[in-house]
């Protein structure tokens, strides 16, 4: 539903998206081998914001990694309202320097002001936390002027609009095809407590649902455009934050894939005791869902205690991730170094664990510690939060910096190495993809998917198969998979693992973040103590 305040002014609303901070997580390196992608994912949040306006407003959209807003955008603007993580500070600050430029007034929400509004002095007016009241709050103030204020207002959400309330996001604002993928949210908030998590902060621990028919409704909302793409990503934190919801839900989306002969496959993130539920991976199998990302975060027992992620420790985790292979679902996993509990052991625990999973794409990253988590007040009151932005990450660590910088960039080449990355892929065949529910062909049969498959291959095959060093273990995993039929999966490994490998190399020659919660900017200093990734051609 859109915002109930009685307006009476007519208001031109500017939503501007920022761009991402490349990541192992973006996939930035692998659009040029798709048709049209031009970006990750569709921003959920300022999407939705975008569809509460009010009727009468009319409501422009620009996400920042499609194209630049313009002058003529601001020009355009009453005001220009935006959202962003920690990690795209610095382009917030750019898109509000350019709309005062043009004399506009900024709103920003999102996580990052959420969490730490002290970061944005520069800003008009802050909205922290969720979608409710202060969002009414400040459609009735740009209703009574859209002058910027003399001083900076914040405004804070007391009373969560229910997400049954919420209204179908802005899609037809943007042009979905040029995304990889596209996002859906059912749940808000999750019931853990993870030591460096902010979730539980900003989203609460009650996870709050949306009615199946809001599901369906934004799924054929979303399929109105033609191109689209294929996949659809669960933004929940955790998809089963609440198991009964996650398990009534499951049947609706099944029946609409049923009904429409299975157009859609799908993605999630959730926590790796979803092992223990078989009705509801039995159901994700069944509507389509392919991959999972968990936040394994790190493979050593004691330091999950440490961090306060017992869920993990509950659940045998060579098992659990074997489990979630044995329903189609491959897994992705988040991991942290720089905890406390690091020791000498630590990195070959790591790389041990790597090749036993055999998980193909892993998000490693240094250990940050986020405002509003109960990390940051322990490190701040142990005097423990650096505040140099030539640091890879704002925590000291226990053990030497160098010495956790060097192990982050030998586990990231160790992961990443392309026979490796791809003798993983080669097992996943086996292990997961011919798992998979073969659906009917017609739901996703016309010629926006034929000519972007067709385009995908040609180029995944002229990068990766012809012009990569990293050919000969791409064609040993493709020609494998092919054996078994799997042609969707050939396609998929290529780009995943050129994304990889690429953001890789950048990351060695110090042109990437250590820790991609990190705003520090880049040097681009190489490293040359560093052997390159093995080349393989
Ligand atoms: C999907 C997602 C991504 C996608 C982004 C897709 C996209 N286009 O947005 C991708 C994969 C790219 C991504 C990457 C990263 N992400 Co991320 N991501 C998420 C996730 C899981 C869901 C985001 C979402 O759609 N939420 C649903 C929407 C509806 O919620 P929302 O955006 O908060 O919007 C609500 C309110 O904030 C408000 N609102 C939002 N914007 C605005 C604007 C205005 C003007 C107003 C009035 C209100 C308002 O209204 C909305 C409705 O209530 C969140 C977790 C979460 N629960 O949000 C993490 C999260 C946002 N990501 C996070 C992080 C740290 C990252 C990474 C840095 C590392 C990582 N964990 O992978 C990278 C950085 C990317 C980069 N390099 O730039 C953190 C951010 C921490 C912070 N406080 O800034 C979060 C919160 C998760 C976490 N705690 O780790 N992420
Ligand atoms: S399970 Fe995930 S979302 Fe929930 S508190 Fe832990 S890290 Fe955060």
Redesign the pocket.
């Known amino acids: 539903m859109r915002s109930s305040v009685q307006v009476t002014n007519r208001r031109r609303i500017l939503c501007v998206?920022p761009h991402?901070?490349?990541?192992f997580?973006?996939f930035n390196h692998a659009y040029r081998l798709m048709k049209g992608v031009r970006?990750?994912?569709?921003?959920?949040?300022?999407l939705?914001?975008a569809a509460y306006m009010p009727q009468e407003w009319p409501v422009r959209f620009i996400d920042e990694n499609i194209r630049k807003a313009s002058d003529a955008d601001f020009a355009w603007a009453d005001a220009v309202?935006?959202?962003g993580?920690?990690?795209?500070a610095a382009q917030i600050h750019d898109i509000a320097a350019r709309a005062h430029a043009a004399g506009k007034a900024v709103?920003?929400?999102?996580?990052?002001v959420?969490?730490s509004p002290e970061m944005y002095p520069d800003i008009d007016y802050l909205?922290i936390?969720?979608?409710g009241d202060a969002?009414d709050q400040?459609i009735a103030r740009l209703d009574a002027s859209v002058a910027r204020p003399a001083a900076q207002l914040r405004l804070e959400t007391k009373d969560?609009?229910p997400l049954h309330d919420f209204p179908i996001p802005a899609y037809d604002l943007i042009p979905l095809k040029n995304y990889l993928m596209l996002?859906l949210?059912f749940s808000?908030g999750c019931p853990y407590l993870c030591e460096f998590?902010?979730?539980p902060n900003?989203?609460g621990r009650q996870p709050r649902l949306k009615t199946p028919a809001q599901i369906t409704a934004e799924l054929d909302a979303m399929r109105k455009q033609k191109g689209h793409p294929p996949v659809v990503?669960f933004?929940d934190?955790n998809f089963i934050g609440n198991r009964k919801a996650a398990k009534d839900m499951l049947p609706h989306l099944l029946a609409w894939q049923q009904q429409h002969g299975f157009p859609l496959n799908f993605a999630c993130?959730a926590t790796l005791n979803i092992a223990k539920q078989p009705e509801i991976l039995r159901l994700m199998r069944e509507c389509a869902f392919l991959g999972i990302f968990v936040g394994i975060e790190t493979p050593e027992a004691d330091a999950l205690k440490a961090m306060r992620k017992s869920q993990n420790v509950a659940v045998p985790m060579m098992e659990s991730i074997k489990t979630l292979n044995d329903y189609g679902l491959e897994v992705t996993s988040?991991i942290i170094l720089g905890l406390d509990t690091d020791s000498d052991d630590t990195e070959v625990r790591l790389k041990d664990f790597i090749d036993i999973s055999q998980i193909p794409m892993l998000?490693i990253n240094l250990l940050q510690a986020?405002p509003k988590t109960p990390l940051w007040d322990r490190l701040k009151a142990a005097g423990r939060l650096e505040d140099d932005p030539g640091l890879e990450s704002n925590v000291r660590f226990l053990r030497p910096y160098d010495e956790v910088v060097s192990m982050w960039r030998r586990c990231i080449t160790y992961a990443n190495d392309p026979e490796r990355l791809f003798a993983r892929f080669h097992h996943q065949v086996d292990a997961t993809y011919v798992n998979r529910i073969v659906t009917p062909a017609r739901g996703k049969l016309n010629w926006a998917n034929l000519s972007s498959g067709l385009v995908l291959a040609f180029r995944v095959v002229l990068h990766i198969g012809i012009l990569s060093d990293y050919r000969r273990p791409f064609w040993r995993t493709v020609r494998h998979a092919l054996r078994r039929g799997q042609i969707d999966a050939v396609l998929g490994m290529g780009f995943i693992a050129h994304h990889l490998i690429q953001f890789t190399r950048e990351a060695l020659r110090g042109e990437q973040n250590a820790s991609?919660?990190s705003t520090k900017l880049r040097t681009a200093a190489p490293a040359p103590e560093l052997a390159p990734l093995r080349e393989s051609a």
Request: aromatic letters at 12%; a negative charge.
């Open positions: 998206f991402y901070t490349p990541a997580g973006t970006a990750f994912m569709p921003p959920q949040g300022l939705l914001i309202l935006v959202s993580m920690h990690v795209q709103m920003l929400g999102g996580p990052s959420s969490a909205h936390g969720e979608m969002t400040l969560r609009l996002t949210q808000s998590c902010d979730i900003l989203y990503y933004v934190d993130e988040g998000t986020l991609y919660y």
